[in-house]
């Protein structure tokens, strides 16, 4: 599949019907019931795709994936706005990433918490992992702004599948904070942000330190929203995302501390 092409994901939730009466007083009557359908979701999403240099001449190599959700400004049917922030910039200005980057894009008036949108994430990083030699072990996400909502959120969605996430002036749902402290995090956020208050992510790690998990937190004192320009530009960034992997979650000996 191309950097422009398109994927289809056919969710299919079943299950099975029965009653049972439950007598309530005043000969009131409940009954439990359980639903049996077939609902079909359809999504698709259009994205750019990043190879690192060494793809094509190492075929025996599996690399690690990151995930990139760009802000509310990038929505659309334009794919070149999502060239304008991140990694994508960066690969499209000429800067070499070891790792593959795959860049979706949210179509317009739409938000990366939706339920369609968080589907056609998982999707797209399940289509890559059957057409590319992605290493299932190190898959990142990050995101900024609108795309920061969407990496706390995805990262919840399926916590088992982020080797490290790494969300950029956003927030998320504290009591989400369970699920995500195993995964390596660092958050970035501008300490003057007049759009998506600092306070946003302060919650977010304040709830995943309280819940018992580690998270790297930086804040650059004089940004206003715009962190990700600073965060995406640190090569410290991109070399702590490498040290991170699903096995030394799972052998913790063996891996670095986030």
Same mark, same amino acid.
């Given at each position: 599949m191309n950097a422009m092409g398109k994927l289809r994901l056919w969710l299919v939730l079943m299950g099975t019907a029965q009653g049972l009466a439950l007598d309530l007083a005043k000969g009131s009557e409940m009954k439990a019931m359980k639903l049996d359908r077939t609902e079909t979701i359809h999504v698709e999403c259009r994205y750019w795709l990043g190879l690192p240099p060494g793809y094509d001449t190492e075929p025996n190599r599996r690399w690690p994936l990151l995930v990139f959700l760009h802000g509310a400004g990038e929505r659309g049917e334009d794919l070149k706005l999502v060239l304008k922030h991140g990694p994508p910039k960066l690969i499209a200005a000429g800067r070499t990433l070891p790792m593959i980057v795959?860049?979706?894009?949210? &179509?317009?008036?739409? /938000? /990366?918490?939706?339920? %369609?949108e968080i589907l056609a994430v998982r999707a797209l990083v399940d289509e890559l992992l059957h057409t590319l030699r992605v290493d299932p072990d190190r898959i990142y996400l990050t995101g900024?702004? +609108?795309? =920061?909502? =969407?990496? !706390?959120?995805?990262?919840?969605?399926?916590p088992e599948l982020w080797a490290a996430i790494v969300p950029i002036c956003g927030g998320g749902r504290w009591f989400h904070a369970d699920r995500l402290r195993h995964i390596p995090t660092w958050?970035?956020?501008?300490?003057? *942000? &007049?759009?998506?208050p600092l306070r946003e992510s302060e919650v977010m790690v304040e709830a995943i330190r309280k819940a018992g998990g580690t998270v790297r937190f930086t804040v650059f004192p004089e940004a206003g929203h715009d962190a990700w320009t600073a965060a995406y $530009? *640190? &090569?410290?960034?991109? $070399? !702590?995302?490498? @040290? @991170?992997?699903?096995? +030394? %979650?799972?052998?913790?000996?063996?891996g670095s501390t986030p």
């Open positions: 795959a860049a979706p894009q949210c &179509p317009a008036g739409e /938000w /990366w918490e939706n339920t %369609r900024l702004s +609108m795309g =920061g909502y =969407g990496t !706390w959120r995805l990262a919840a969605e399926y958050v970035f956020h501008g300490a003057k *942000d &007049p759009v998506v $530009d *640190d &090569p410290a960034l991109y $070399d !702590w995302l490498l @040290q @991170q992997s699903r096995s +030394m %979650r799972l052998h913790p000996s063996t």
